[in-house]
C-alpha cells in the first residue's frame, strides 16, 4: 500500500465524515426544539465539519503555500466558530430565554 | 449534465430561493442575514466563473460590511416591515415585471453561456489585456492590471462613486442630530459586548490579524486576487470590529472620526496628483509609464501600487465614519 493511497484514503474519509458533520448540523437547526440546542448544531458545522473539510483537503495539497493558508483557515475557524455560538448562548441566557426541557413543546 | 452545470444550476436555485424568501419576509433582521446568504452564493457563482476578484469583493462588501451596515440600520428603526396596502402594491408589482421583462428580452442578445464564440472570448482587446500586458506592465494578475493601469479611468471613476456615496450618506447623518438624540442621553439598558470575556479575547487576539490581511491584500493584489477595494473594507472591517465589540467611543480613541473622515478625500486626491505626475513626466493622465524614468514596468508597478493604496485609503475611510455614525446614533439613541 502506497503512502499516496493512504493519504487519499484518510482524506476522503475526512472529506466524507465533514460533510456529514455539516448535513447533521443542518437537519438540526431544523430538528431541534429550543435555540440552545439548535446553535449547538450551527457550531457543529462550523467546528467539526468545515474543521474536518479542511483537513480532508489539507492532505490533498499539492504544495506548502496552499497548506499554509489551509492551517491559517483552520485557525480562524476553530477560533472564530465556537465564539460566535458562545456569544450567542450568553446573549440567549441574558435575554432570558429558557432551556428546553423533555417534554415540552418545540419552540 | 456535467458537474459544473450542477454545481451552477444548484448555486442558481439557492439563489432565487433566497431572493424570493427576502421578498415574502416582514422580519427585517432575518431578511438581512438572507442578503447576506444572497451575497454568499453570489460570491461562489463568481469563483465558479473564475472571478476570483470579483468574488472577493462580493464577499468582502456584500457578506461582510453592508450586512454590519444594514444591522447599524435596523438598530435605529423598528425590525419589522410595515403590510402595504394591497392597493398600493400594484404600481410596484407593475414597475417589477416590465423591468424584469425588460431584462429577460436583453438577454437573448446576450452570447450563449460557455460559447467560445463571444466577444469576450474573440475581440483583439482582450488577447492585449492577457498578453501584452505581461511584457507592458509585468503583472501576474491581468485584473490587476486592467483595473489600475488600462482602465485606471474607470476605476477613478468607481472612487468618485464610493466618496459621493460616502459623502452624502455622512452628511445624512452627521449634520442634524437624530430625534431625542441629546434629551435621553445613554439609555441604561445599552449592552457593551465587551462585558463577554471570550469575545473581548478573541477579537483582540484576532484584529492584529485582519489589519495584517488587509495591507497582504492590497499589497499583494498584483500577484493574486485582492486589491485596493478588498483591502479597504476589511481594513474597514478591523475597526468595526473593534467598535461593535468595544464601543464606538473605544473605536473613536483609536480612530479619531476627523482621521477617518480625512481618510475620504485623501485617497481621491492622491488618485488625480497621480495622474497628473504621469501628466508632468511628459506622458498622459494617469499614464505611468513615466513614472520611473527609463524603466516603464518599474514605473507601471509603482503606479499600480499606489492608485490601490489611494482606493484602499478612500473605501476604508468611507466604511468607517458611515459606520461610526450609524452606532453613534444608535449609542446616543
Known sequence: MSA???????????????????????????????????????????????????????????????????????????????????????????????????????? | MSMFVLMNLTLFGILAATAVTISRLRALYEATMLTALFSLVSASLFVLMDAVDVAFTEAAVGVGISTVLFLGVLALTRSREDVTPRIRQWPARVVVLLAGGMLV??????????????????????????????????????????LASYRA??????????????????????????????????????????????LRVISKLLLPFILLFAFYVLFHGEYGPGGGFQAGVIFAAGFVLYGLVFGVDGARRVLPRPLAWAMIPLGILLYVVLGLAGMLLGGEFL?????????????????ILLVETSVGITVAGVMVAVFFSFASRRAAR
Open chain 1, 4 to 107: 499516496s493511497l493512504l493519504l487519499d484514503l484518510a482524506s476522503s474519509a475526512s472529506l466524507l465524515v465533514g460533510s456529514l458533520f455539516v448535513l447533521s448540523g443542518g437537519i438540526g437547526l431544523l430538528r431541534f426544539p429550543d435555540f440552545y440546542t439548535r446553535i449547538h448544531a450551527a457550531g457543529l458545522t462550523d467546528s467539526a465539519g468545515a474543521g474536518l473539510i479542511l483537513l480532508g483537503l489539507l492532505l490533498q495539497t499539492p504544495g506548502w503555500e496552499t497548506a499554509v493558508r489551509l492551517v491559517l483557515i483552520v485557525l480562524f475557524m476553530l477560533l472564530t466558530g465556537p465564539t460566535s455560538t458562545h456569544v450567542l448562548a450568553q446573549a440567549a441566557g441574558r435575554d432570558g430565554v429558557r432551556v428546553w426541557r423533555a417534554g415540552e413543546p418545540r419552540r
Open chain 2, 287 to 303: 499614464d505611468f509609464q513615466g513614472l520611473r524614468p527609463g524603466d516603464p514596468q518599474a514605473g507601471q508597478h509603482l503606479g
Open chain 2, 153 to 198: 479611468h474607470d476605476t477613478l471613476g468607481e472612487l468618485v462613486v464610493i466618496f459621493t456615496a460616502g459623502v452624502a450618506v455622512l452628511l445624512l447623518l452627521a449634520s442634524s442630530p437624530g430625534p431625542g438624540r441629546r434629551e435621553e442621553g445613554e439609555g441604561p439598558a445599552e449592552l457593551v459586548l465587551a462585558d463577554y470575556r471570550v
Open chain 2, 105 to 146: 428580452y436583453a438577454s437573448q442578445d446576450l452570447p450563449r453561456f460557455e460559447g467560445a464564440t463571444t466577444p469576450v472570448q474573440v475581440h483583439p482587446v482582450t488577447d492585449v489585456y492577457l498578453r501584452e500586458s505581461q511584457d507592458d506592465i509585468g503583472v501576474p494578475n491581468t485584473v490587476t492590471s486592467v
